[in-house]
């Protein structure tokens, strides 16, 4: 064999070797989003803990985890909306004889240390086995940064950024301490899909901090047994 088919075989086999690479990728997504089996989430533990459970994505975990048999730590701020939530819920499944409980935090008043102490109180002796940290505010409509009142900025950055961290930081000891646990931390396209979020500044900021907090616990408590997601909603 000459250089020339040498040359022709060796850029032969790296196109090979590159082209194959995002193939098995593309494979790989498919078996992980089609065909993978579930996995079990009560390994993990017989009790999950639903932040902004009263309303849309947080009550449509509420019920989805109803039906699968969790006792359920409902959080939010109403307390009228959290019974009658937690009431609807009792009506759908009660045949899975589900435990439910409701707990009031107003992330926006409670400092963080408050928040840990209630939550702490809450789930003492409890077998904790995954949160969803989905409580969340964004602006009721567009507006420049310097529109935005005080009371709107306070609201978007203690519910999104204070009331996710100190959520998580009051549960991981329960995960910790049985060496599994998952943790789902709701995010926004906003802060993946799109290189900026103009007119929504604040809550876009806010949901880039929940993204790099999720990538970041993950790494560091993946070898706990600790699995950490963050979910990209709108």
Not at 62 to 79: T, Y
Not at 136 to 159: Q, T
Not at 189 to 205: E, Q, R, T
Request: glycine letters at 8%; one cysteine or more; proline letters at 4%.
């Amino acid at each position: 064999m000459d250089s020339d088919e040498l040359i022709i075989a060796a850029v032969s086999i790296i196109g090979f070797i590159s082209l194959l690479k995002p193939i098995l990728s593309f494979f790989q997504w498919v078996w992980t989003m089609f065909l993978r089996p579930p996995k079990n989430l009560k390994d993990y533990g017989s009790w999950a803990i639903i932040t902004g459970s009263t309303d849309g994505i947080g009550k449509a975990f509420a019920f989805e985890l109803a039906s699968k048999g969790f006792n359920l730590v409902m959080v939010g701020r109403n307390p009228a909306k959290l019974e009658a939530t937690s009431n609807e819920i009792s009506r759908n499944f009660n045949n899975n004889q589900a435990e439910i409980k409701t707990l009031v935090i107003d992330f926006e008043k409670l400092s963080g240390e408050e928040i840990c102490k209630v939550m702490e109180k809450a789930i003492e002796g409890l077998d904790i086995g995954i949160l969803i940290n989905n409580a969340g505010v964004a602006y009721p409509y567009a507006r420049f940064f310097h529109e935005v009142d005080s009371e709107l900025m306070n609201s978007v950055l203690k519910v999104n950024i204070d009331g996710s961290t100190w959520i998580a930081k009051s549960v991981l000891p329960v995960m910790l301490k049985k060496k599994k646990g998952a943790i789902i931390n709701m995010g926004s396209g906003s802060s993946v899909c799109i290189p900026s979020f103009p007119l929504f500044s604040i809550y876009a900021a806010t949901k880039a901090y929940i993204a790099m907090f999720s990538r970041s616990i993950f790494l560091e408590y993946k070898k706990e047994g600790i699995h950490v997601q963050c979910q990209a909603g709108p």
